[in-house]
Nanobody, 122 residues
């Protein structure tokens, strides 16, 4: 069983910074892709940033240059450094893992965390 747990959300003023963390637990040998998604009230969940096991990254245009995704493969951990935050960044942020190798085999499916709230407001 693979579980993801996010932390680091909160309330921040416009222009401020936050760092989100995601810890993957369970019997995990490796994870292919990991990413951050977000969902604002009344909107669909959208991609924020993804990173491959080799470190290749991809960002949504709206966050490029402000956010930085990183991961620690040894710890099965994922991070999102968010700078220059804007009110439109307000959303629940979800951690995602796709393609997990476990002692029972390889699972080409999505795993999701419960989400962490990020609110950008003065």
């Amino acid at each position: 069983q693979v579980q993801l747990e996010e932390s680091g959300g909160g309330l921040v003023q416009p222009g401020g910074s936050l760092r989100l963390s995601c810890a993957a637990s369970g019997s995990i040998f490796s994870i292919n892709a990991m990413g951050w998604y977000r969902q604002a009230p009344g909107k669909q969940r959208e991609l924020v940033a993804v990173i491959s096991s080799g470190g290749s990254t991809n960002y949504a245009a709206s966050v490029k240059g402000r956010f930085a995704i990183s991961r620690d493969n040894a710890k099965n951990a994922l991070y999102l450094q968010m700078n220059s935050l804007k009110p439109e960044d307000t959303a629940v942020y979800y951690c995602n893992a796709r393609g997990v190798l476990t002692p029972r085999g390889f699972y080409e499916r999505d795993y999701w965390g419960q989400g962490t709230q990020v609110t950008v407001s003065s």
